[in-house]
């Protein structure tokens, strides 16, 4: 048969629709480096791309709070994260109940470490279940952790993460503490100081926040970092104009 157009056409499309122009999405968890709370089996084993029966799974030793956690060594938008029980042996059930979640890498400038929940498995896991959370987090992260709040083991067969990197520069805070802004242009309640400065990041607007631990709402977002009084109890935060809008590393 002469290859016409018409006929290179046809095998375009109906390569495209079998899969062979697919690309899968990148795991850019991958052999990252990674770490268990107490090890009973290597942290890596959970970020290792195999999780085929008869692999081996990241395990805990019995210990509280046990986590797994990954360094993305960047900062990336994470669009989702897919965590698998073990599917090996007898262990499914000790991801039962596990958050996961992501977080920017500290910093001294930061008001608060940036933790965001993605979501949480069930708390009855057979054998390998894969659990996938969308994690539309405003700010760039470094860190996935897939941790369980209680005395007790993790094992988890396989983390895969898919996300774009991104190019930022670090946030600087000034902290001035027993003072707030005092024409706030949006007042939220918040969980923390760092979901406070999460707000203020997704807001362009946005130049200085306060936040109170316990007043409800406690959280002033503000576009006069200078407009402030003093207040017991509350901390006035101003985002450092050379480093605005881009997020804590």
Not at 170 to 191: C, D, R
């Amino acid at each position: 048969m002469r290859l016409t157009t018409r006929n290179l056409v046809i095998a375009v499309c109906y390569a495209f629709l079998h899969g062979v122009f697919v690309i899968k999405a990148e795991n850019i968890m991958l052999a990252k480096p990674s770490e268990v709370s107490e090890t009973y089996w290597n942290a890596d084993f959970a970020n290792d791309g195999n999780n085929n029966p008869g692999s081996t799974p990241a395990r805990t030793w019995p210990n509280e709070n046990p986590y797994w956690q990954g360094d993305l060594q960047g900062n990336f938008t994470i669009h989702n994260i897919s965590v698998t029980s073990d599917v090996s042996y007898s262990f499914g059930s000790e991801l039962g109940s596990a958050y996961v979640e992501v977080r920017a890498d500290g910093n001294s400038g930061c008001p608060d470490d940036d933790i965001f929940i993605c979501g949480q498995c069930p708390e009855v896991v057979g054998t390998g279940e894969t659990f996938t959370f969308t994690c539309s987090h405003p700010r760039p992260v470094r860190f996935v952790k897939v941790w369980r709040n209680l005395t007790g083991e993790l094992v988890v067969s396989e983390v895969v993460v898919q996300g774009t990197p991104v190019a930022t520069r670090v946030t600087m805070y000034s902290k001035e503490p027993n003072i707030k802004v005092s024409t706030p242009m949006t007042s939220l309640a918040v969980t923390s100081a760092a979901d406070c400065s999460s707000r203020c990041y997704a807001n362009k607007s946005c130049l200085s926040f306060s936040y109170h631990p316990t007043t409800d709402p406690n959280c002033l977002l503000a576009t006069n970092p200078e407009d402030a009084a003093g207040a017991v109890g509350w901390s006035k935060y101003t985002i450092d104009e050379c480093s605005s809008y881009n997020t804590c590393e």
